[in-house]
């Protein structure tokens, strides 16, 4: 659809001719708005059915079938590339990044972020997409109202609808009181979905209903509440293969997936390094307002853009909040080679206290050092694991595949299970 207004029929006057006897002459048109693609039949003898229930006027839908008289014809969206100039800036909120694909990003950000605009953010866990989440919502109309952030993989499933929806008392066991939900309080501002692609699958078509016709009601409640929210979403999961699977409703996504935006993971951007770096350690000088800001000598910066980073920014804050605080318990405020909790290819895999590999021991066989080295690595892996996840089991069992009774098993093992940590 080229123009702001399509028209259909047999008429050779049309924008879409469909030369059949059961379609009027001038049928219906489909009109481009600022809340989407609106359908109107023009008094049409046949009439015209979206999704088999005759319509005078309807918002279509990705995947929606429209009947003209006796022609069936689908809703799809196409792929529409939209040349956006990169941003002379190197920041968008509390994003920063100088490398094309980042200023490219935040380019289209500065355009669409005072609109109410659906944006869909992927990428790998730990790139940034909630600090992206916060920083659309900062530069939108919507700023002095509420960001709520719902993460859909902590919530258990059985739960899920009422933190979205809320719930009325008695609406279930244990609810005890009547509870407003993330759609509610985020009435007037942005609702954040994390991790999108975690929603269960018999829950997202009431998701979708909300999306479209903005109401929802309470889960135990018959009084509809409409509500005006921003949606931002985000998936580190590739959503379009999820459709493909069968294990993430089309319509849903499409309906998402209005300003896709990929953030590529830092391994892909290293010229960003130095800059992330910097504010990284200006935020945890602040934390400590009394003490010498933090710097960073030049050796122990090119020993961090040696590594590939797996963990993307998430682990680099933790490597340099780690390094800052043997620094400041060596009585310095430079962090050098040594204070970066170094070890090969486990960089930034420690289990949150910095320390460094050991030297082989002379004394050990080969079988006894491997069995050594073995069991460091398992610790510290999940020590990583759960940090990365804030102490959720099931949740890092899913990013790591790995059986959540197995990584249960391990943290005990090693003493960093969450329920050992005081």
């Not at 040349?83 to 100088?98: H, I, Q, T």
């Not at 499409?254 to 830092?266: C, D, Y």
């Amino acid at each position: 659809m080229e123009g702001d207004a399509l028209r259909i029929g047999k008429s050779g006057e049309n924008d879409f001719v469909l030369a059949d006897q059961t379609v009027s002459r001038i049928h219906c048109e489909i009109v481009r708005e600022a809340r989407g693609y609106l359908l109107r039949d023009l008094g049409s003898t046949n009439g015209t059915l979206l999704d088999g229930a005759e319509i005078r006027e309807v918002y279509l839908r990705p995947g929606a079938i429209l009947t003209v008289g006796k022609i069936e014809l689908k809703v799809r969206t196409f792929a529409e590339r939209i040349e956006v100039l990169p941003s002379e800036r190197e920041l968008f909120g509390g994003a920063v990044g100088k490398s094309a694909p980042m200023r490219e990003i935040f380019g289209l950000l500065e355009k669409l972020a005072p609109s109410d605009a659906t944006v869909l953010l992927g990428g790998e866990t730990g790139t940034g997409k909630d600090v992206l989440a916060r920083a659309i919502h900062e530069a939108s109309p919507r700023k002095e109202r509420p960001l709520i952030v719902v993460d859909c993989g902590a919530v258990v499933g059985s739960l899920i609808e009422s933190e979205l929806f809320g719930h009325e008392k008695g609406a279930f066991t244990g609810a005890t009181a009547a509870r407003q939900g993330a759609f509610e309080l985020a009435d007037g501002g942005t609702l954040f979905l994390d991790e999108i692609g975690e929603l269960p699958l018999d829950l997202q078509p009431k998701l979708l209903r909300v999306l479209e016709q903005r109401a929802f009601r309470r889960v135990g409640g018959n009084r509809e509440q409409r509500v005006d929210v921003r949606i931002v979403a985000a998936s580190k999961r590739n959503l379009k293969m999820e459709v493909e699977r069968g294990k993430f409703r089309e319509d849903l996504y499409f309906r998402l997936a209005v300003v896709p935006l990929e953030l590529p993971p830092l391994r892909e951007r290293l010229e960003d390094l130095p800059l992330l770096v910097e504010r990284l350690l200006r935020d945890l000088s602040r934390e400590v307002p009394d003490a010498p800001p933090l710097t960073i000598a030049k050796s122990a910066l090119e020993a961090l853009s040696g590594h590939d980073w797996p963990g993307n920014v998430r682990e680099l804050r933790n490597v340099l909040a780690r390094a800052a605080y043997i620094t400041r318990a060596a009585g310095e405020s430079e962090i050098r080679l040594g204070h970066v909790p170094m070890g090969a290819p486990a960089l930034g895999a420690a289990g949150g206290e910095g320390e460094l590999i050991p030297p082989f021991d002379p004394e050990l066989s080969y079988r006894d050092t491997k069995s050594r080295f073995e069991e460091m690595f398992e610790k510290r892996y999940v020590s990583w694991l759960l940090d990365r996840h804030e102490g959720n089991i099931s949740a890092a069992a899913r990013a790591a595949d790995m059986d959540r009774k197995y990584l249960h098993k391990l943290a005990k093992k090693h003493g960093v299970h969450p329920s050992q940590k005081k």
